[in-house]
């Protein structure tokens, strides 16, 4: 591999200046390599601007993946330490209940799985919720709507992506990175196995030892160009925005088909499954309605929303690889073609990009083993997806017909 046999820092070419290319472009400078980052429009525009940005721990399976979740928390927070300026993590606890019993079922599994982890997590009775969490509407105490099972984890919180993706920049950029906006990457000359050549949108013709593919939802059309292939889905989402109320919400809401956070400056982010179901049927100019009637749902849950509005709805497409885990590393067809890519990567983004820099300045991490590019075979099935977050991500989204599942390979 290209990483073992370097006795030199690479010159390394990041294309996508989201999370995960931020992180990564960091990392590689903190290493030591030369880095150009390569951005088709702006910093955090892309799906890092338009995402619900939690610490999803609590749901990522297997233990490879749960354990490189556990990292990335960490990772943040080390990050966050270094930086006065930027506030980016913003620790927060999480309420979580479900309706149906399937899924309180699963519920009861999952809070058997983090006890046998060791991960903070606990059931609270009705008056306990009410305490945690003044903004909510419990049904009244004793009523069959009432939950009883309501899931509390102490830990965990919500991320702000841009600051995020300024900060690290930032940083890049004093390690001698230079970053380079609304120039997207349109070809590859590929010699031998080998890219040896990158053109923009601008004309640039861009030489690197190696070129890592940051592009989250486009990342496979960036492996197409040099002729790979990489197999992600896109998965559409929106999050909406309210204006700025005194709701009083402390708490991560993940309730039945709706998910509630504080935003920035005493706002609410709202998100459900049901709205991204209707997205594919909905035209740009009626996903203000979506959004409003986001707005509505949430204010039966949290009443104070009643005197918000909606400010801002952002749709963005999750990259999403087949069995919902990371891709990174190497794939078969080219040498130095270096892929990063991940659904919740808000979260993941930190630990890849420090595991990804090691390992292209010489130091393979076998942590990323059960991640490789080349565990999937060229033409087999579809895998399943063996992400949890995964899983019940596209079981509540394709539980209708309005699906946006766009299969990019
Ligand atoms: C509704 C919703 C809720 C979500 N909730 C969470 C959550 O709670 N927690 C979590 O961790 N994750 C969550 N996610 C997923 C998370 O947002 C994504 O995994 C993450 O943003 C992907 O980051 P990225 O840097 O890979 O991609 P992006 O942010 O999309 O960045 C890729 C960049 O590459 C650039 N690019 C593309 N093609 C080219 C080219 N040819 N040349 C140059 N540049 C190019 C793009 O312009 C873009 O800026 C959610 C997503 C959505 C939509």
């Known amino acids: 591999m290209l990483g073992s046999s370097l006795n030199y820092m690479p010159y390394a070419i990041v294309i996508g200046a989201g999370v995960v290319g931020a992180a990564t472009a960091h990392a590689l400078t903190v290493a030591g390599a030369q880095v150009v980052v390569l951005e088709g429009g702006q910093v955090a525009a ?11 721990t609590r749901v990522k399976t297997p233990p490879a993946l749960f354990d490189l979740a556990l990292a990335s928390v960490a990772e943040h927070a080390r990050l966050q330490r270094a930086d006065a300026d930027q506030a980016w993590v913003h620790p927060t606890a999480t309420l979580e209940w479900e309706e149906t019993q399937a899924d309180r079922q699963r519920l009861r599994e999952r809070i058997r799985r983090l006890h046998r982890c060791g991960y903070p997590a606990e059931w609270l009775a009705p008056q306990r919720v009410r305490a945690v969490e003044p903004a909510l509407a419990m049904p009244p105490q004793g009523s069959d709507e009432e939950p009883t099972e309501v899931a509390f984890y102490p830990e965990g919180g919500w991320y702000d992506p841009p600051a995020f ?78 204006t700025p109320v005194h709701t009083g919400l402390q708490t991560i809401l993940a309730a039945p088909d709706l998910n509630a956070r504080p935003h920035l400056g005493g706002r609410v982010m709202l998100h459900s499954w049901l709205i991204d179901r209707e997205l594919e049927d909905t035209p740009a100019s009626r996903r203000r309605a979506l959004a409003e009637e986001l707005l509505r749902r949430a204010g039966t849950l949290i009443p104070m929303l009643s005197q918000a509005t909606v400010e801002a709805s952002r749709v963005g497409l999750r990259p999403v690889p087949p069995d919902g885990l990371p891709i990174v590393g190497f794939p078969s067809e080219v040498a130095n073609l270096y892929t990063v890519v991940s659904h919740s990567a808000i979260h993941l983004a930190p630990i890849l990009g420090v595991l990804a820099a090691r390992e292209l300045t010489g130091d393979r991490q076998h942590r990323l083993d059960p991640f490789r590019p080349t565990r999937f075979r060229p033409g087999a099935d579809r895998p399943q997806a063996v992400d949890e977050s995964t899983r019940t991500m596209l079981a509540r989204i394709e539980a209708s017909n309005g699906c946006e599942t766009a299969d990019v390979r």
């Open 165 to 242: 993706v300024r900060a690290l920049l930032r940083r890049a950029k004093r390690q001698g990175a230079s970053v380079h906006v609304n120039d997207s990457v349109i070809g590859m000359t590929v010699d031998d196995g080998r890219i040896t050549e990158v053109c923009t949108a601008s004309g640039q013709r861009l030489t690197a030892d190696v070129v890592v593919n940051c592009a989250g939802p486009q990342a496979a059309g960036i492996a197409a160009l040099a002729g790979a292939e990489l197999s992600v889905r896109q998965i559409a989402g929106m999050v909406a925005i309210t």
């Open 46 to 56: 892309g799906c890092s601007a338009a995402t619900f940005a939690v610490d999803i």
